[in-house]
């Protein structure tokens, strides 16, 4: 899957991984060496984030039940804890750097598509 920007029809990240069991969920990116460039993994249902276990910064989109972005988080280093955004539904997971990169900013909407 493609994550795509539907505002600015930029595409942020070219392989998107699903994590919507319980399993995939609670292990997310946990005890992985590196997240490739245009890679992410979205995570629903999901509120809430953290880097616990983890070797590298990732980038977080929170998204409400209509992929609208009501929360961004930059750079979020391991053995942290994201902030808690109200409305947040699912999350994406990016490399770190990602949302310097694009123009993505909160009140956009985004699609996911095969």
């Known amino acids: 899957m493609k994550l795509v920007n ?4 930029e595409v942020i990240a070219e392989h998107v991984k699903g994590a919507y069991t319980f399993w995939s969920r609670f292990k997310g990116l946990m ?3 590196s997240m490739p460039e245009n890679a992410a993994l979205h995570i629903s249902p999901c509120t809430a984030i953290h880097t616990f276990f983890m070797k590298y910064s990732i980038d977080i989109l929170y998204l409400d039940k209509e992929k609208k972005i009501v929360g961004i988080e930059k750079d979020l280093e391991p053995g942290k804890v994201g902030k808690k955004w109200m409305n947040a539904k699912s999350v994406i997971e ?6 310097d990169k694009t123009s993505t900013v909160m009140g956009q909407r985004v ?3 095969d």
């Open 94 to 99: 990016l490399p770190a750097g990602t949302m």
């Open 31 to 33: 005890l992985t060496e």
């Open 111 to 113: 699609v996911l598509v």
């Open 6 to 9: 539907v505002e600015t029809n």
